[in-house]
């Protein structure tokens, strides 16, 4: 499976609903946050701006997939 690198990563921002720990997670089309434990999702522009590394990394392999 060349094709995929993680769909998903730990980081360590926390959800604002359950202060659960979330997920940055993508699909074909785009980057989102996720939360485990409540299942909501926000949008990556709402948390950009305090990407942790586990967030930086997933994001450079996100990138290096686009033509
Ligand atoms: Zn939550």
């Known amino acids: 499976m060349p094709f995929f690198a993680a769909r998903s990563a730990q980081t360590t921002l926390l959800c604002p609903k359950c202060q659960e720990k979330l997920e940055i997670a993508r699909t074909?089309?785009?980057?989102?946050?996720?939360?485990?434990?409540?299942g909501q999702t926000?949008?990556?522009?709402?948390?950009?701006?305090?990407?942790?590394?586990?967030?930086?990394?997933?994001?450079?392999?996100?990138?290096?997939?686009?033509?």
């Open 42 to 67: 926000y949008p990556l522009q709402d948390y950009i701006g305090q990407a942790d590394e586990a967030m930086e990394r997933f994001l450079e392999n996100v990138y290096c997939d686009r033509i």
């Open 28 to 38: 074909c089309h785009e980057v989102f946050m996720r939360c485990k434990k409540c």
